[in-house]
């Protein structure tokens, strides 16, 4: 095989992997495919770690092949280009191995690679549509690069040379190893302690519903309705339900789409403090719970929810509710996935059959949801 | 110029880049006290425990705390015993069920319950509630050193002077203090914690240093607890 067609077959193998990680990363990344593929999060998970390997190695094949290439080839921007590609191998596979190794003992240093190696996957899309923007142009001939003269990669001015390309990457490289061991080997920061308290959380809410609006909670207007199968049946005001014993804990928070945030301090009444109130009949053996959306309902076993953490919570790292987490009260259930923690609770019904609760009948997702 | 400027340009590139690893990155230290945060906060999901708590002042025991803490159903029996002279101490049982919180006292023999809305129930929960004060202390650390051995961590930490308080002694003018953690490291699980406190001498103060031990034991294992039949003759607390 001839040099250019091996250039060519090393970009196009280079190219497709890059892709199918972008695609099998994107499923794992944005929120809609994370629903849509939830039932496969593992298996795509494990998918994008094995092409990550074969990405790496195909790295390895390429890179020997790749320095006759920028030899032959002068100008700075084509060893930019190259640069930037070895840097993001160098930077999607350190972060990659980190996270699929998952040290928990590294809380911070895990965190930080999850952010990297998002951001690098994010810029990969710009830089890539440049890339064939650029290749498509000089297809078109609307753009062609001016040949270079014979002394023009030497430093005349402001002349950018491939040696100043390479000086640029390796020593930046070099300034992050630095900067990272550098802050490793220091004592405990001020501003660290004072984030103490937040550092405890490791990811964020993103904020899921079924409607595009969602229900206005009004202090002067709102009841909550717990009756069915039960001997005294009520209607409390949100006062009301403030004089019910509370309970407060610390518990992380996760998404049956693969996120969680970790340290989510809930407060709440918990559910058995309901049922005592209204006196559960022996024939309820479900609970259905009713959101303000009028769209969206869970059901669970009434044994299920007498833990003392199981709760309505109210209120969420000390702050009430806001509406998109589901004010002015939503369940917790700290063994369930975030789907039966149903958001804007109104109405609570004691059932003696069970039915499926929302995302159950849509998307066939387990009636019981425990955190496996 | 131009080659001053382009090489400006690129040391400047790499200073940014330098600065924006250093700020990102967590230390070893830092990532050490994430991990006894993670230890200290878990315990609030453990189903049931058990814990003794030891404070010693100038080496001599003046205060014992044993709790019995079951999650399912809820109830936490916690037993104090307080120095007050060389011959007096006191006692007191506590029982904290979902809704109300009893108050027993031996001599003379009395049950007084409250519920939680009571003035003095903050306070008491306090009491089954441990690990506040010792995540707390966690924001006073200066310097951290790790040991592992046979499976166990143990941590040393010297901590920045700080005021706090424990159980109803106050720690002021603080010289120097050190907190040790032992955790079992899989799985993680929180053993004990020790804080010794040094005190500036003063004619006030009737006790220059304090050590606070708490042992946790039968993690979700499983405890009894009952609350004894007296609790439901119990009289209102006021």
């Not at chain 1, 003269?149 to 040379?161: E, F």
């Not at chain 2, 040391?11 to 940014?16: F, Q, R, S, Y």
Request: aromatic residues 14%; neutral net charge.
């Amino acid at each position: 095989m001839n040099r250019r067609k091996l250039y060519f077959w090393m970009h196009l193998l280079h190219g497709v992997l890059i892709l199918l990680l972008i695609l099998s990363g994107a499923v794992l990344y944005i929120d809609y495919f994370r629903i849509l593929f939830v039932d496969f999060k593992w298996q795509i998970r494990q998918l994008h770690t094995a092409i990550g390997f074969i990405y790496f190695a195909a790295v390895l094949f390429i890179l020997p092949n790749v320095l006759p290439y920028v030899k032959a080839h002068r100008r700075w921007q084509k060893t930019f280009h190259i640069c930037l590609m070895i840097t993001l191998a160098v930077g999607w596979t350190i972060t990659g191995f980190v996270l699929w190794i998952n040290p928990t003992s590294y809380l911070g240093f895990r965190q930080l690679n999850l952010a990297i190696h998002d951001t690098l996957s994010v810029f990969i899309l710009i830089w890539v549509a440049g890339h064939v923007l650029l290749w498509f142009l000089k297809k078109k001939k609307l753009y062609q690069p001016q040949p270079l003269s014979a002394h023009q990669d030497r430093d005349q001015g402001m002349l950018v040379s491939r040696r100043d390309v390479v000086l640029l990457f390796s020593g930046g490289l070099l300034a992050i190893l630095l900067g990272g061991l550098f802050r490793w080997f220091q004592p405990v920061s001020d501003s660290f302690l004072a984030r103490l308290d937040e550092m405890k959380r490791r990811g964020y809410f993103r904020i899921y519903s079924v409607r595009t609006e969602n229900p206005v909670f009004d202090p002067q207007t709102w009841r909550l309705s717990i009756d069915g199968l039960v001997e005294n049946p009520v209607e409390l005001s949100f006062d009301e339900l403030m004089r019910l014993p509370k309970h407060t804990y610390t518990h992380d928070f996760h998404c049956v789409t693969g996120w969680s945030v970790l340290g989510v301090k809930w407060e709440g009444i918990p559910f058995q403090e309901v049922i005592n109130l209204v006196g559960r009949k022996p024939e309820a053996k479900y609970i259905k719970m009713y959101s303000a959306d009028r769209i969206y309902t869970e059901t669970y076993e009434w044994s299920q929810l007498t833990q003392k953490t199981a709760m309505l919570v109210y209120n969420l790292d000390d702050k009430p509710l806001i509406e998109s987490q589901g004010a002015p009260l939503r369940l917790f259930h700290p063994d369930m996935y975030g789907y039966k923690s149903i958001k804007w609770v109104n109405r609570i019904e004691f059932v003696d059959q069970r039915e499926l609760g929302y995302w159950e009948e849509k998307e066939g997702y387990d009636l019981d949801g425990y955190i496996s | 110029m131009g080659t001053y400027l382009k090489y400006a340009i690129v040391v400047g590139i790499w200073a940014l880049l330098f600065g924006a690893s250093f700020y990102w990155m967590t230390s070893r230290e830092e990532e050490q006290l994430l991990v006894i945060q993670k230890a200290i906060n878990n315990v609030e999901d453990w189903q049931s425990y058990q814990s003794k708590q030891t404070v010693w002042a100038d080496d001599e025991q003046v205060f014992e705390m044993h709790s019995k803490t079951r999650l399912n159903p809820d109830l936490t029996q916690v037993s104090s015993k307080a120095k007050l002279t060389e011959t007096e101490d006191f006692t007191v049982e506590m029982f904290f069920s979902s809704d109300v919180i009893y108050l027993h006292t031996e001599n003379p023999e009395t049950w007084k319950k409250a519920d939680y809305t009571h003035p003095v129930a903050g306070e008491l929960e306090g009491s089954r509630e441990p690990t506040k004060f010792w995540l707390r202390l966690l924001k006073y650390t200066e310097q951290i050193k790790r040991q592992s051995e046979n499976g166990i961590q143990h941590y040393s930490l010297k901590l920045k002077p700080f005021r706090e308080e424990v159980h109803g002694m106050r720690l002021e003018d603080v010289t120097g203090a050190t907190m040790e953690i032992w955790l079992n490291e899989q799985p993680l699980v929180l053993q004990k914690m020790k804080v010794h406190v040094e005190l500036k001498p003063s004619i006030t103060k009737i006790f220059n240093q304090m050590d606070y031990l708490i042992e946790f034991s039968d993690v979700n294992q499983p405890i009894e607890i009952e609350l004894p039949s007296a609790a439901e003759k119990a009289e209102k607390l006021q």
